[in-house]
């Protein structure tokens, strides 16, 4: 019964990562990306305001 179950469902090698890695590695890398849009649209948005010079900059 083992070995039909390690037939079907084989080990991924060591160095490769799995598909749910890769997954998450995408979905990381999607939300910086998002929120590093979202703070550059703040900044620029602010710095086009008139007398938005004197409101808080996130770093």
């Not at 997954?23 to 703070?39: G, I, N, P, W």
């Amino acid at each position: 019964m083992r070995e039909l179950s390690q037939g079907a469902f084989p080990q991924p090698p060591d160095n490769e990562p799995t598909a749910i890695q890769t997954a998450r590695v995408q979905r990381r890398q999607a939300a910086a990306t998002e929120t590093a849009a979202l703070r550059r649209a703040r900044q620029e948005r602010a710095a086009r305001e008139p007398g938005a010079a004197g409101l808080r900059t996130t770093t």
